[in-house]
């Protein structure tokens, strides 16, 4: 019997959406448009938090072995792509008038000047320990100090700046070094590998193993899921505004003088609404998958994934409900529970990091959105699909939905018993 009384209230759902057309495309079409035209915007932000290549200037008037080096180390970094056909004057303009953000400009005779610096010192060093040297090389006035002249945009932060002079100083003190080595083993007439190549102390950069992925998402991983929750999320004004009409309509007085407990008719709402939740999540992933690839945009990959995302999605889909079922019954008018929902929902979405990631918002930020349920789901669609988790892995934000799911449901259960005693 209980089960037929579920039937009927998941009927009288269906027949109040169907008469809601506005409603129906609210839920459905909106959060399609929002996640194509969001994603395409956010797109070249994401690719430069990547790690995308920035175009700098380089410019080699030494173009011998030292600048070959610098040009090399440069060329092969994952930060930099080098420009080479600009003079030094029309390098300064570019720059100073932001169309790049520095060049770098190598001075002539910096190889010659550096090995001849470099002959010169070492010859007085073999020297004062009563060593003969090369009676080749002849002692010359130590070079000028060389410049290399870095241009930048004058708009160009300073943890910028000071980021590559630090790598140019580095890479020109290692090929130094090298030369060093080199200059005593002829002027000593050795033949034994010093081995100057291998350093000392080396770094390791260590990433999770499990699915090789890093933990900053590309923004098809990011916004897939995102709208995903916002468009679950807002389910809350339809349902809510269909809970206020059935109290102008009579049909919740109906509801309370049959037999049937008021938690059944919220059963029939959250399964109602549980099947356009897992919708909207289908519409959204095949986006990803199907429309992103044709757009330019990285495909949305599910490989492996699907299960966990669906979890994810059911456990949404009840804090949503149970979000919407509290206003619902809260609300005494449309007007109250629909300009409500609709700013509570993009209130959350703010704060739970739909609109900008939690990870460029400043620290006071990152701790508020710990506070919303859309960040809870969030996390647990990052863990997923950054991670490669599993269930467990994510059951404490899978827990925070259902215990809001839970409480907000308890709390309509209550309130609606105190209106029945008024």
Known sequence: MLLYKLWRSFIKEILLL?????????????????????????????????????????????????????????????????????????????????DYQMAIVIPENLTKDLNSNIDSKVQTIVSSFGLEGDSAKVKTAAPKTKEIHLYFDPATNAGFKNSVMNSVNKMVFE???????????????????????????SFKEITPKKGEMDVMPNSVQHNVPAWTLFAIFFIVVPLSINLVKEKSQGTSVR??????PYFVHILGKTFTYLIICIIQFLLMVAVGIYLFPYMDLPAFDVSGKMFQLVIVTLFAG??????????????????QSAPFGATSVVVLAAIGGIWVPVFLMPEFMQTVAKFSPMNWGLNAYYDIILRNSGIGGIAKELAFLLLFYIATVTISIFYERKLQNI
């Open 18 to 98: 169907k008469r809601d057309i506005g409603g129906i495309v609210i839920i459905f079409v909106m959060p399609l448009l929002l996640i194509v035209t969001i994603t395409l915007i956010q797109d070249s932000t994401f690719k430069n938090l990547e790690g995308s290549k920035i175009p700098i200037i380089f410019i080699d008037q030494d173009k011998s072995e030292v600048s070959k080096n610098i040009k090399a180390e440069l060329e092969n970094s994952k930060t930099f792509q080098l420009l080479t056909n600009f003079n030094e004057k029309s390098a300064q303009n570019a720059v100073f008038s932001g």
């Open 175 to 201: 090929i130094e070094n090298k030369k060093i080595y080199k200059a005593f083993q002829d002027q000593l007439g050795t033949t034994e590998n010093l081995d100057e190549n291998k350093n000392l102390i």
């Open 318 to 335: 009840l804090a949503a409900i149970g979000f919407g079922v509290l206003l619902g019954t809260i609300a005494d008018t449309q007007e």
């Open 255 to 260: 509801a309370r003088i049959s037999p049937t």
